[in-house]
């Protein structure tokens, strides 16, 4: 046997043996808490004092036999003991109790035994033994002379057991009982006992892993042989590779067992407060603990002083997070539910959180006290902020299964809806179309009707969304306030992404306008969405400025999509940046909550801000990721079943892959007939505009014309027509240009550049770019370097490279070869970086056909052996058409040092700018 960290009970258990050795009889008691070990001393005992010579009875006293009469004595002498009692009452013959002739003959016996040698009684758990085998162990001791007859009794006894007979307290309080207490291992013991196992693990005798097991098992023996089998039952690092986590202890069947066995042992009071502390969770205390068990606080302390003692809690928590699972799995299902209903009930009355009362209402089921519905709704508030979505939709599907008011239930209902949305979008239709009833027949506050409807719309549900709208109008007193901002943001949200929408019912009066900030003092994600619905709707209109974008950046640089404030305005304020050019305040904005979404299991929103990261690739010229997102931002709809987010993330998916290149996949974009629905809609605008792009590449210029004057005569109608939502104009005059109508797309192009304002920098630079186009080729250089400066300025690197190869054609036509070359270079580079296919297989020819008939100036080449060397780098950097950014990112510089370099390359070189200076640059060894 195995006594590691225990020297002093090495040197009791010597001197026991070596007094029963002697034959002097003696009495003794091993005592601890459960799985401390004390069986096993118990049978390392019995075999050395056999090993000895001397004669020993064993017995293992069991609960389940408490009221089996002479159950203990039975185990002790196998001779019929039991069968020749009159058990509990007196003989036939009146004269004594039955159990002292049991007793008499159990001494008669041991008698015969000890003239053979020392005889030794040996009990494990005797606390659990039935009273008339404790009866007849008194007897023995007490009629039993040590002198006389070498009789021991050697012990097992929880002190802490649930109760303890008096007959067998004075047995084994006597003075000259010996007494042998284990106690919990220590986490040096721990360590010795692991290496002595030799665990698996990567250094056996590493304290911080003996710290770790002794953390989760209190120094219990019993749960420190289960945890270190668990860790040998896994694989070990030479099957499975390195791994750093070799020394941590595993949890697994053996453990479970111990931990069973454990509880078992302790008793049913035991299992019940460790029940009942596994039910409550953390904080929890004996007063909670005594009102659930409903038992006296006395036994609940001793009951928590026997789980502390085995190394299963630690005050009212569980060591380790899987005894807690053990025990709640091994709770009865008949009582389960009434014990967490009176748990919750606990909880309220002690003024817990509502999470930790709502845990015990989902486990309950349908709440009938009327504070739980309260409790429900807070507690999934609270756990949606936390990022816990699944379990805040679970706590509202059961506050919805518990509510009976009408009206609040369908409160319930409309916000379930909009969470299950955030997780996915595939079924939100389906959702809000089920409260559409509910609204109509007046169920539900006009207050969350509206909302609804909203959704409704994003979801391309216009119908329902208007009749619902419509019956608010007609029936709501839209002079409350909740009702008038609620109003207020809905038609905000109209004008500005449905414009198409054609309402009936007008309210009369119309309500009075509320401000963001009196909206926001009422409810912040109301005034959120209203103040972002304003600014969107000014952008839109012409009406923006720097003011209204910085406002949108503004409202979301702090909080999550967990949060409802911040949730309400992330759509209108992204793409307000957007179509104000902040493209790359909008671009980190979008990605930040994209990571969000993405650690949230959010895949609602995932969808919705992939398609905004598309269209900003889009306006950026990065053809390549905005298929990227639009194509995973579609990846789980049908076109059939599109919301307006879906349409808008079509129209970018198609129109990049049109300037790629890509007509056939842009073709299967358009393949499925658009809903009618999408053209009520600013998406359809978007979508007619792509469509345009696509008939042109593909040779069609009058389909082209009919989607471009379509979307501009619905432009004009809606009063949105702005060139920061959809350059229609750009797109018909290149229609007209390839029909040879340049007059007419000179008309178009005056109308949008007479247009400019904030935000146009971009759709400036392309309807210059078409300018250019009517005019002869001298007068093209300076419009086409006017639009090359306003798009550079824009980030859109596509719409760069057609400047540049236009500007290229210019200087070639005027015979400036080298000027023609630069342009052309720099071009095709930037199609490949935006990944424009078709436009950089034709500059290719370009490049190399000048490439071929290049002529290289010798006075240019004695200025390039003037420069220095780190000016002769940046000139070769400039001439191949990069930007002092994009240089100084390549020469690892600041932009400042490049410019410096640049202006004295001018100098030496004798060229006004980057544009003259030669393409084919020698670069001397460094």
């Keep these: 046997m195995t006594l590691v960290g225990r020297g002093k009970t090495r040197m009791d258990i010597d001197c026991l043996l070596g007094r029963v050795d002697s034959g002097v009889g003696t009495l003794a008691v091993v005592s601890g808490p459960t799985g401390i070990g004390?069986?096993?001393?118990?049978?390392?005992?019995?075999?050395?004092?056999?090993?000895?010579?001397?004669?020993?009875?064993?017995?293992?006293?069991?609960?389940?036999?408490?009221?089996?009469?002479?159950?203990?004595?039975?185990?002790?002498?196998?001779?019929?003991?039991?069968?020749?009692?009159?058990?509990?009452?007196?003989?036939?013959?009146?004269?004594?109790?039955?159990?002292?002739?049991?007793?008499?003959r159990a001494r008669l016996a041991v008698t015969a035994l000890a003239e053979h040698g020392p005889v030794v009684l040996v009990i494990d758990d005797i606390h659990h033994a039935d009273p008339l085998s404790v009866r007849c162990l008194r007897y023995l001791t007490a009629r039993t002379a040590p002198q006389s007859l070498s009789l021991s009794v050697i012990v097992s006894w929880d002190a802490t057991a649930e109760s303890t007979s008096p007959i067998l307290q004075e047995i084994l309080y006597?003075?000259?009982?010996?007494?042998?207490?284990?106690?919990?291992?220590?986490?040096?013991?721990?360590?010795?006992?692991?290496?002595?196992?030799?665990?698996?693990?990567?250094?056996?005798?590493?304290?911080?892993?003996?710290?770790?097991?002794?953390?989760?098992?209190?120094?219990?023996?019993?749960?420190?042989?289960?945890?270190?089998?668990?860790?040998?039952?896994?694989?070990?690092?030479?099957?499975?590779?390195?791994?750093?986590?070799?020394?941590?202890?595993?949890?697994?069947?053996?453990?479970?067992?111990?931990?069973?066995?454990?509880?078992?042992?302790?008793?049913?009071?035991?299992?019940?407060?460790?029940?009942?502390?596994?039910?409550?969770?953390?904080?929890?205390?004996?007063?909670?603990?005594?009102?659930?068990?409903?038992?006296?606080?006395?036994?609940?302390?001793?009951?928590?002083?026997?789980?502390?003692?085995?190394?299963?809690?630690?005050?009212?928590?569980?060591?380790?997070?899987?005894?807690?699972?053990?025990?709640?799995d091994a709770i009865p299902s008949a009582t389960v539910i009434e014990l967490h209903h009176r748990a919750a009930r606990l909880l309220h009355a002690h003024g817990a959180s509502p999470e930790s009362i709502a845990f015990h209402l989902?486990?309950?089921?349908?709440?009938?006290?009327?504070?739980?519905?309260?409790?429900?709704?807070?507690?999934?508030?609270?756990?949606?902020?936390?990022?816990?979505?699944?379990?805040?939709?679970?706590?509202?599907?059961?506050?919805?299964?518990?509510?009976?008011?009408?009206?609040?239930?369908?409160?319930?209902?409309?916000?379930?809806?909009?969470?299950?949305?955030?997780?996915?979008?595939?079924?939100?239709?389906?959702?809000y179309q089920s409260l559409k009833t509910s609204i109509l027949t007046g169920l539900m506050a006009p207050g969350t009707a509206l909302p609804v409807a909203q959704a409704m719309l994003w979801n391309a549900q216009v119908h329902d969304a208007v009749e619902v709208i419509d019956s608010v109008v007609r029936h709501a007193d839209t002079s409350r306030p909740d009702v008038a901002v609620e109003m207020q943001v809905t038609e905000l949200q109209i004008a500005s992404s449905f414009p198409g929408v054609q309402r009936t019912a007008v309210a009369t009066p119309p309500p009075a306008p509320v401000s963001p900030a009196a909206a926001y003092a009422t409810s912040p994600a109301v005034g959120a969405r209203l103040r972002a619905h304003q600014s969107?709707?000014?952008?839109?209109?012409?009406?923006?400025?720097?003011?209204?974008?910085?406002?949108?950046?503004?409202?979301?640089?702090?909080?999550?999509?967990?949060?409802?404030?911040?949730?309400?305005?992330?759509?209108?304020?992204?793409?307000?940046?957007?179509?104000?050019?902040?493209?790359?305040?909008?671009?980190?904005?979008?990605?930040?909550?994209?990571?969000?979404?993405?650690?949230?299991?959010?895949?609602?929103?995932?969808?919705?801000?992939?398609?905004?990261?598309?269209?900003?690739?889009?306006?950026?010229?990065?053809l390549d990721v905005a298929v990227e997102h639009s194509s995973a931002a579609l990846a789980e709809a049908s076109t059939r079943s599109l919301n307006t987010h879906g349409w808008l993330a079509l129209a970018t998916l198609a129109e990049a892959h049109t300037s790629i290149g890509n007509h056939e996949k842009a073709a299967q974009c358009f393949a499925t007939a658009a809903a009618p629905a999408l053209f009520q809609t600013r998406s359809g605008l978007h979508y007619l505009y792509a469509r345009g792009r696509h008939h042109l590449a593909g040779g069609?210029?009058?389909?082209?014309?009919?989607?471009?004057m379509t979307c501009g005569e619905q432009m004009q109608q809606w009063n949105l027509d702005t060139p920061v939502l959809v350059p229609w104009r750009v797109g018909a005059a290149e229609a007209w240009l390839s029909l040879a109508q340049q007059q007419k797309a000179s008309a178009l192009l005056e109308a949008q550049l007479a247009m400019g304002g904030f935000g146009t920098t971009r759709s400036q630079g392309m309807a210059l770019r078409c300018?250019?186009?009517?005019?002869?080729?001298?007068?093209?250089?300076?419009?086409?370097?006017?639009?090359?400066?306003?798009?550079q300025a824009s980030g859109d690197r596509y719409e760069l490279v057609r400047t540049l190869a236009d500007l290229s054609s210019a200087h070639r036509a005027i015979g400036d070869k080298d000027k023609a070359r630069t342009a052309a270079l720099r071009a095709r580079r930037m199609a490949k970086v935006c990944h424009a296919d078709t436009l950089s297989d034709s500059l290719m020819v370009a490049t190399t056909r000048f490439e071929s008939t290049s002529d290289w100036s010798a006075t240019k080449e004695r200025g390039f052996d003037k420069l220095s060397k780190s000016e002769q780098r940046v000139a070769t950097l400039a001439a191949r058409g990069l930007t002092n950014r994009e240089i100084a990112e390549e020469l690892f510089v600041t932009v400042s040092t490049v410019e410096q370099h640049l202006t004295r390359v001018y100098k030496k070189m004798n060229v006004r700018s980057r544009e003259d200076l030669p393409v084919k640059l020698r670069v001397y060894a460094a």
């Design 362 to 431: 989902l486990a309950a089921g349908p709440v009938k006290d009327e504070w739980g519905l309260p409790v429900l709704r807070d507690a999934a508030r609270l756990v949606l902020a936390a990022g816990k979505v699944e379990l805040g939709i679970r706590y509202l599907k059961l506050a919805d299964a518990s509510c009976t008011d009408d009206t609040t239930r369908y409160e319930i209902k409309a916000q379930l809806a909009e969470v299950c949305s955030m997780l996915e979008l595939a079924g939100a239709a389906a959702r």
């Design 536 to 622: 969107l709707l000014s952008v839109l209109t012409g009406k923006g400025d720097a003011y209204t974008a910085a406002q949108a950046e503004q409202s979301l640089q702090t909080g999550s999509l967990l949060d409802e404030s911040v949730r309400a305005c992330v759509v209108p304020a992204v793409l307000t940046l957007i179509y104000s050019s902040f493209l790359d305040a909008a671009q980190l904005t979008a990605s930040r909550f994209l990571g969000d979404a993405m650690d949230s299991g959010l895949q609602g929103w995932t969808t919705v801000l992939r398609g905004l990261l598309g269209t900003i690739a889009l306006r950026r010229g990065e």
């Design 174 to 328: 006597e003075c000259d009982v010996s007494s042998i207490s284990l106690e919990p291992l220590n986490s040096e013991a721990v360590a010795e006992l692991m290496a002595e196992a030799n665990v698996d693990t990567a250094d056996t005798t590493d304290p911080e892993s003996a710290a770790r097991y002794h953390e989760l098992t209190g120094g219990n023996p019993l749960l420190i042989y289960a945890l270190m089998q668990d860790r040998q039952a896994q694989p070990t690092a030479s099957d499975t590779g390195p791994n750093d986590s070799a020394s941590e202890p595993i949890a697994g069947d053996a453990f479970q067992r111990a931990v069973q066995v454990c509880l078992h042992r302790m008793g049913p009071l035991a299992r019940q407060v460790a029940q009942g502390v596994a039910l409550l969770g953390e904080g929890a205390d004996e007063y909670q603990l005594s009102e659930l068990c409903e038992t006296s606080l006395g036994l609940v302390r001793t009951a928590l002083q026997r789980l502390q003692a085995s190394g299963l809690l630690v005050g009212c928590t569980f060591r380790h997070e899987q005894v807690r699972e053990i025990v709640l």
């Design 38 to 104: 004390k069986s096993t001393l118990l049978r390392a005992l019995t075999a050395r004092a056999r090993a000895a010579g001397a004669t020993v009875l064993g017995a293992c006293a069991l609960r389940e036999e408490r009221d089996e009469d002479f159950a203990v004595v039975q185990q002790l002498f196998t001779q019929g003991f039991r069968s020749d009692a009159t058990v509990t009452g007196l003989t036939d013959d009146g004269d004594a109790p039955g159990w002292v002739h049991v007793a008499e």
């Design 700 to 708: 069609r210029p009058y389909a082209a014309l009919a989607d471009f």
């Design 771 to 791: 300018v250019a186009a009517t005019r002869d080729f001298k007068d093209r250089l300076t419009i086409l370097n006017k639009s090359l400066h306003l798009l």
